[in-house]
């Protein structure tokens, strides 16, 4: 949303969540790019609310206190928003130029978007015009401007230079179906569920084009605050237990298993209500489409975000939804190789740095799409 910047070193992605704070940083090599540098770090307590940074000072510190423990030297930065209040959608419009549209935009927008105009940031990109009419497809987001404005000022007061903000379903789709080695994902309907802290993202991209977003208020943490109420325990320690509950029996056998744990008895309702919601989004989809369409049909599942990790959520994914469910990462079968990191961190932390590979490869990207062809 801000505009981009050409000739510039490697750029820090920045994935601001509400538990963890992630910084990536990646190169150019061979026909992909390698990842060079990776880290997390503790989002600082009570500091984002509803994806706004409520406590801009404390978390820039946080990001410097990243970057050099990470000896991370970028002097720029993509960061991203996400949640209810961030609206994508496709939409069709009246063939005109990119600049007719950019001056009658925010009137297009508010068809689509319930917050005042003068109160949202508004962006768009022009996808190609519909064949065999006057229309054209156009990708519009909107969000409010503090949630914007506090990720551009966050990144300041962390001594970067803020190159863009971008939305994180696209760096989702830029990691795992744009830099899959293989056509896959650009070839199919494919669900991305993002399973952060504070919300899951629905992401279902059709023949590599954006189809569906959705974010549901229903995630990690929420597991995490269930077990802190039934046991008491603070909400370290709930989220410790949450990932040991899942580590003595993964969740897929918990489901099936005669003695019950206490834990899976207070989380299993809310993640099944999460998969309810997350079946009504594709059979919204779905709807669309005539019975029996081939696009309508979503071929696979791919999870990111911490609560990807537990064991056997793929697996009850799965079993829940009828659709074939893979854990994904950001280096696996990717264009992007994990360089100096090892498998066992591939595997740890590739699912929760899915978004902060997308924003350090959005300009390096735009770049290589306006190289001339050698």
């Known amino acids: 949303m801000l505009s981009q910047l050409f000739g510039k070193d490697t750029i820090v992605g920045i994935d601001i969540g509400s538990s963890y704070i992630k910084a990536v940083e ?28 409520t406590n801009v000072l404390d978390v ?22 996400s949640g209810s209040q961030v609206i994508v959608r496709q939409v069709q419009l009246p063939q005109m130029t990119e600049a007719s549209l950019r001056k009658s935009i925010r009137f297009e927008a508010s068809k689509y978007v319930s917050a005042p105009m003068d109160e949202s940031s508004v962006e768009f990109e022009i996808l190609g015009n519909v064949e065999g009419t006057d ?66 993202d629905v992401n279902i991209i059709s023949n590599g084009n954006f189809a569906l977003t959705r974010s549901i208020p229903i995630a990690g943490d929420s597991f995490t605050n269930a077990i802190k109420t039934l046991t008491g325990f603070s909400h370290e320690d709930a989220e410790r237990l949450k990932f040991e509950m899942a580590a ?14 206490k834990c899976w008895r207070v989380v299993q309702p809310l993640l099944d209500e999460l998969l309810r919601e997350i079946r009504r989004s594709i059979h919204y989809y779905q709807s669309q489409f005539p019975e029996g369409a081939e696009q309508a049909t979503v071929s696979k599942i791919v999870l990111t975000g911490g609560a990807a990790r537990m064991p056997g959520m793929a697996a009850y994914v799965e079993s829940k939804l009828s659709v074939p469910t893979e854990v994904g990462d950001a280096f696996s079968g990717s264009l992007v190789s994990p360089g100096r990191f090892t498998q066992d961190f591939v595997v740890e932390y590739g699912p929760v740095l899915v978004v902060g590979t997308g924003l350090a490869l959005k300009e390096e990207m735009a770049r290589a799409r306006l190289r001339p062809a050698a």
């Open 248 to 261: 003595q029996d993964s969740i897929d056998k918990l489901s099936v298993q005669e003695v019950e744990s």
């Open 135 to 200: 229309q054209m497809n156009v990708m519009l987001v909107a969000a409010p401007k503090d949630l914007v404005q506090t990720r551009v000022s966050v990144v300041e007061a962390a001594g970067l230079e803020p190159i863009s903000v971008d939305v994180e379903a696209f760096a989702i789709m830029r990691s795992l179906v744009e830099c899959c080695a293989c056509d896959d994902f650009a070839t199919a309907t494919i669900a991305l569920l993002d399973m952060g802290a504070s919300h899951t």
């Open 26 to 53: 990646a190169e150019p090599a061979g026909n992909g790019w390698r990842l060079i540098n990776a880290a997390l770090q503790v989002t600082p307590l009570d500091s984002c609310r509803d994806g706004v940074i």
């Open 60 to 81: 820039a510190q946080a990001i410097k206190t990243l970057l050099r423990s990470a000896n991370i030297r970028s002097s720029g930065a993509v960061a991203a928003i």
